[in-house]
């Protein structure tokens, strides 16, 4: 049966559902597969006419034991999963008119509209399953630049074995944003809106690690997370680059390339594990805003945190793309001892330099970009007035990469991930369209219906925040499951 390990070397390997319910492995590592299964071009051929769902039982099936998840039930929740879908394709591909044989991925027509919901969804509803079966509760616990917070809260609202709190920096998410959380009215779901976060939501996460290194309170409240530190958000996005390349060649073999606009890299991390297992991708393009976190790692071998700058593609305002660790595990032939190494001098230092060699092994296949809010308005506008399509600012970025890198791309078939819907960001629309009144493409009726419900929110200060949540927290725990 495949197990799971700390790409840390840390710990007893487990099996997937424990890595699933335990979220970091036990020396603060992420869990991977022990090995990754590979796949060939006769598994493509035979995975060509698939639907996505019908796919992502395929490739889940190659990390899931049967003795663990049943055929029937996997099929179950996957089901369950996607069927509050807006396109019966799940994710609809948009071939570009401007540019040749480019393609727009559009991951954002899940219920919350954005890729977040293409992950969460199976993630959680994998968790409630296991809970149910188990007959147990877990608090989940995420931190969120705009989009993981109302994926996790949609997808847990009203499940009784769950209860989420999701923790968002006050004024650097978009209103439209902070109101799909905060006007949900389940009473397991607990939005808590930081003011002054200095470090956006990175600075969230840190707080998170203190509550998980307070082992009587983890204990306590049973606390998991579901950010993309968890296995199971990775492995659920390997599908969708499977699911692109084979919708979009000519041919079982021909190799593709993909743009993914990054912050985290735990999207990127899915596409090169995809590649690591066999599907025929040339390049992957690490397509950053102006926090260049990834760009200074492909481009310069650093891997470093700098000041976070606030811009219009604020899910992507993120400083520490930690996912990077766990594909690094692999391009370096499983060397935990090394990864640990450097995951340790970050955490001390906040900088690892990386040595030429490890720098020319890990960058092969990738490309990167550092797009300016100028350039992203740039192409927004480009694309709505030369072919009448809206791109949110996210997929603007993955976009524009590519424009930058166009010579070295030629030749081969290019998707871009689109990993938002427009009308989560209606301010940078009016902003790069230079009109007063919404086009109807940037509206979606969700956010519309948000505005009619009252706020529901725990607010406070991050200085306070790590004392306040543990109050708040237990004050919940002890009232709902403590009598
Ligand atoms: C989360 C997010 C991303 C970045 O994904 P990572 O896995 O963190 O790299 C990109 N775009 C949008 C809209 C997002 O919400």
Redesign the pocket.
């Known amino acids: 049966m495949l197990q799971f390990v700390s790409n840390k070397g840390g710990g007893e390997p487990v099996d997937f559902e424990t890595a699933i319910l335990d979220g970091f492995a036990v020396d603060g590592g992420l869990y991977v597969p022990e090995t990754l299964p590979q796949i060939t071009h006769n598994h493509l051929k035979k995975w060509k006419d698939l639907s996505y769902v019908d796919l992502a039982f395929e490739i889940l099936s190659l990390f899931i034991d049967r003795s663990i998840i049943s055929e029937k039930d996997l099929k179950k929740i996957l089901q369950l999963s996607y069927a509050p879908f807006e396109k019966h394709e799940i994710i609809p591909l948009y071939p570009l008119q401007s540019r040749k044989d480019t393609y727009v991925m559009e991951l954002f027509h899940g219920p919350t509209i954005?890729?977040?919901d293409v992950g969460l969804a199976f993630l959680v509803n994998l968790v409630n399953f296991f809970l149910e079966r188990k007959n147990e509760h877990l608090t989940l616990v995420v931190a969120t630049?705009?989009?993981?917070g109302p994926a996790t809260a949609y997808f847990a609202a009203g499940k009784s074995n769950l209860d989420a709190w999701v923790l968002y920096p006050k004024g650097l998410i978009t209103e439209e944003q902070e109101r799909q959380m905060t006007t949900l009215q389940q009473s397991n779901i607990h939005p808590v809106g930081v003011a002054n976060c200095p470090d956006g939501g990175d600075d969230l996460d840190l707080v998170i690690s203190k509550l998980y290194a307070n082992t009587a309170f983890k204990e306590k409240l049973k606390l998991s997370s579901v950010n993309?530190i968890n296995w199971g958000r990775v492995m659920m996005q390997t599908v969708h680059y499977f699911y692109g390349y084979l919708q979009v060649v000519n041919q079982i073999g021909e190799e593709i390339n993909f743009s993914v606009?990054?912050?985290?890299?735990?999207?990127?991390c899915a596409g090169a594990l995809a590649r690591e297992m066999g599907l025929p991708i040339k390049y992957l393009v690490a397509a950053n805003n102006k926090n260049a976190c990834l760009h200074r790692i492909f481009s310069e071998g650093r891997f470093s945190k700098d000041k976070i700058h606030e811009t219009v593609s604020s899910?992507?305002d993120?400083l520490i793309p930690f996912?990077f660790w766990r594909f690094l595990y692999f391009r370096m032939n499983k060397d935990a001892n090394k990864v640990k190494k450097w995951m340790d001098t970050f955490k001390d230092t906040g900088l690892v330099e990386f040595d030429k060699e490890t720098f020319e092994t890990y960058k092969k296949g990738f490309l990167s970009n550092s797009s300016n809010d100028i350039e992203t308005l740039d192409t927004i506008h480009e694309i709505y007035k030369n072919e009448d399509y809206l791109l949110d600012p996210?997929g603007a970025v993955s976009l524009h990469a590519t424009d930058v890198l166009k010579n070295k791309l030629e030749g081969n078939k290019l998707i871009c991930l689109a990993?938002?819907h427009p009308a989560k960001f209606p301010n940078v629309i009016q902003k790069a369209l230079k009109i007063n009144k919404l086009p109807k493409n940037a509206t979606h009726f969700s956010i519309n219906e948000a505005k009619r419900f009252c706020e529901k929110v725990h607010l406070c200060d991050h200085q306070y925040l790590e004392e306040a949540l543990i109050h708040a927290m237990e004050t919940n725990w002890d009232l709902t499951k403590g009598k």
């Open positions: 954005s890729f977040k630049t705009g989009d993981t993309s606009p990054s912050g985290g890299f735990g999207n990127l899910a992507i993120i996912n996210h990993t938002a």
